[in-house]
């Protein structure tokens, strides 16, 4: 059974940190483009970050660029997504996926980030 499961959210005040976590199992996690994505109170599903197989390129949403920087550890299956500076508009469900991020069954459960002060 695939498992993705995301860790790190919490409140946060303006301008602070936090790092999410996403622990996969059950494919073939190296062989995966990984990607964040987000949803925010009473909006729809926006793409934060991808990081690629093998070369590692990390592709980022022009909001969190600059702020937010995506890697990958094969070796435990595991995603992490570092973020900088953050603002209120940050605010949101957090889910990490495989492949095809805009399939429902690609993504885990989701962790809540809030950036209040």
């Known amino acids: 059974e695939e498992q993705l499961v995301e860790s790190g959210g919490g409140l946060v005040q303006p301008g602070g940190s936090l790092r999410l976590s996403c622990a996969s199992s059950?494919?073939?996690?190296?062989?995966?483009?990984m990607s964040w994505v987000r949803q925010a109170p009473g909006k729809g599903l926006e793409w934060v970050s991808t990081?690629?197989?093998?070369?590692?390129?990390?592709y980022y949403a022009r909001s969190v660029r600059g702020r937010f920087t995506t890697s990958r550890d094969d070796a435990k299956n595991t995603v992490y997504l570092q973020m900088n500076d953050l603002k209120p508009e940050d605010t949101a469900v957090y889910y990490c996926?495989?492949?095809?991020?805009?399939?429902?069954?690609?993504r885990g459960q989701g962790t809540q980030v809030t950036v209040s002060s």
């Open positions: 996926a495989k492949g095809r991020w805009e399939d429902e069954q690609n």
């Open positions: 059950g494919f073939t996690f190296s062989a995966y483009s």
């Open positions: 990081i690629t197989p093998r070369r590692l390129t990390g």
